[in-house]
């Protein structure tokens, strides 16, 4: 199984981006989705979730300016991120609860990353 994460970029304080990330191999069903960040001297934080049936949850700092959504046919999960700020700038992370088979258990994935630069 492979998550592979793309959209980041650089954007001035104020801007748009979205990163998309999609599940392939041996996918038999994807359960959570979600998207995850590091900043240069900082932990990894959770940004947003997105369960199979489109229920959403999203760190506070983000909320009202990130969208995560997904498509389950594709495997597929998108972080519209608006009105970007500069301590948004980190490596973003792709991650998912994935089952490959019908009697699997769900084991947990992450993506490569991609990076978000927000100049002020």
């Known amino acids: 199984v492979q998550l592979q994460a793309s959209g980041g970029g650089l954007v001035q304080a104020g801007g748009s981006l979205t990163l998309s990330c999609a599940a392939s191999?041996?996918?038999?069903?994807?359960?959570?989705m979600g998207w995850y960040r590091q900043a240069p001297g900082k932990q990894r934080e959770l940004v947003a979730v997105i369960t199979s049936g489109g229920v959403a949850t999203y760190v506070d700092s983000v909320k009202g300016r990130f969208t995560i959504s997904r498509d389950n046919a594709k495997n597929t999960v998108w972080l519209q991120m608006n009105s970007l700020k500069p301590e948004d700038t980190a490596v973003y992370y792709c991650?998912?609860?994935?089952?490959?088979?019908?009697?699997?258990?769900?084991?947990?994935?992450w993506g490569q990353g991609t990076q978000v630069t927000v100049s002020s």
């Open positions: 191999g041996s996918v038999f069903s994807v359960s959570r």
């Open positions: 991650n998912a609860d994935v089952g490959t088979s019908l009697n699997s258990g769900n084991y947990n994935y």
